[in-house]
């Protein structure tokens, strides 16, 4: 699998962050629209019906939870099923659970590992879970 062709929102707030998504997934030939607050999510996500992933990070700007807008995404019947990675700093002891909870796709832990991600995310894509902690195996 590739991630040609895929269409992928991510929703992020940090420069550097975006810039190393646009330079691996974009490499790979992904189609990336990005959201760097979050507010304009819902927008961005009825611009299109044809997503494959929603990349979210779970710490926005201006104290805006990953984890609620996960809730609001999946409250709109046209996304449910489009896999959601959580793609965080935060604690991947406390993260991790709360996200398998809330039926995420997986979390992949930042900083972002650049040799991982594209694969990490083609299995989510593919319908695999990834709970990646930051260490080398995936948990």
């Known amino acids: 699998m590739s991630l040609r062709g895929k269409h992928i929102l ?9 810039v190393v998504y646009q330079i691996t997934l974009g490499v790979e030939g992904a189609n990336l629209v990005f959201d760097r607050k979050g507010r304009d999510a819902i927008v961005q996500l009825q611009m299109s019906l044809d997503w494959d992933l929603i990349i979210l ?8 939870s ?22 965080s700093a935060s604690d991947p002891s406390t993260a991790i659970p709360k996200a ?7 979390f992949i832990s ?14 989510i ?7 990646h902690d930051g260490t080398l195996v995936d948990t």
């Open 57 to 64: 990070d779970l710490m926005l700007y201006g104290g805006i």
């Open 66 to 87: 990953g984890f609620d807008l996960f809730k609001d995404i999946r409250a709109l019947p046209a996304y449910n099923h489009v896999p959601i990675v959580a793609v």
């Open 125 to 131: 894509i593919a319908g695999e879970h990834i709970w």
């Open 100 to 106: 398998r909870e809330l039926g995420f796709s997986g």
């Open 110 to 123: 930042k900083p972002i590992n650049e040799a991982l991600i594209c694969s990490q995310l083609e299995a």
């Open 10 to 18: 991510i929703i992020e707030d940090n420069v550097l962050n975006r």
